[in-house]
Each structure stands twice: as structure tokens, then as C-alpha cells.
């Protein structure tokens, strides 16, 4: 499986981007999809995850802001942010987790996208 993301970019506080992740090699119906955020001279966070047993999961900074969604048909995770802050300032990374057995913990990330919010 491979990952990639797609979607960053620069907006204003206040603003929205959406950043999408597309999986390749494999369906991602088995895996769970995460985001994750690392800001400069920080460790990486995670920030939301949507399992593929449909539930999610959200960071309390981004929650009220940001949705994760996921559309196995296309192979496609998602990461809409909203009332976007200078501290949401981060690259931010597509993580797939498989979560059936057979690839229960094999891990995947993204090569990352950078998210830059200016006040």
C-alpha cells in the first residue's frame, strides 16, 4: 500500500482547506486512516482518525473544526479543516493502519503536505 496527500496550502485564519489522501496498491477498506501534524521543533501529533469500523476519532484542539471522512469506493481519505489557526500551522501527514488480521498493524504514511495559516 502506498499513501499520498494532496491539499495544502496557505489560508488565512478563519479559513478552510481540505487535504485528501489517496491509497494505491491496495484497497483501504482494511485499514484505518489517520491524520497526523508535525509542526516545526514539535513532536508529530495525530489529529483525527477514522477507523474502518466507521468510528472516529478527534484531537480536542480540532474538534468543532476539522472532519475526517473516508470513501473506500474511492480509495480516498479525507481532512476538512475549518476555522483554520496560525497553530494549525503543520505539515500534516495520511496514515493508513491495517486493522484486519493479516495486516493488523502495518503502517503506512505519506510523504506529508504542508499547512500554513497566517493571522
Known amino acids: 500500500l502506498m499513501v499520498k496527500e494532496s491539499g495544502g496550502g496557505l489560508a488565512h485564519a478563519g479559513g478552510s482547506l481540505r487535504l485528501a489522501c489517496v491509497g494505491s496498491?491496495?484497497?483501504?477498506?482494511?485499514?484505518?486512516i489517520g491524520w497526523f501534524r508535525q509542526a516545526p521543533r514539535k513532536e508529530r501529533e495525530g489529529v483525527a482518525c477514522?477507523?474502518?469500523?466507521?468510528?472516529?476519532w478527534y484531537k480536542d484542539s480540532v474538534k468543532g473544526r476539522f472532519i475526517i471522512s473516508r470513501d473506500d469506493a474511492k480509495n480516498m481519505g479525507y481532512l476538512q479543516m475549518n476555522s483554520l489557526k496560525p497553530e494549525d500551522t503543520a505539515v500534516y501527514y495520511c496514515?493508513?493502519?491495517?486493522?484486519?488480521?493479516?495486516?493488523?498493524?502495518?503502517?503506512?504514511w505519506g510523504q506529508g503536505t504542508q499547512v500554513t495559516v497566517g493571522s
Open positions: 496514515n493508513a493502519r491495517g486493522s484486519h488480521i493479516g495486516i493488523l498493524g502495518s503502517d503506512y
Open positions: 496498491g491496495d484497497t483501504l477498506d482494511a485499514y484505518d
Open positions: 477514522a477507523r474502518s469500523d466507521g468510528t472516529t
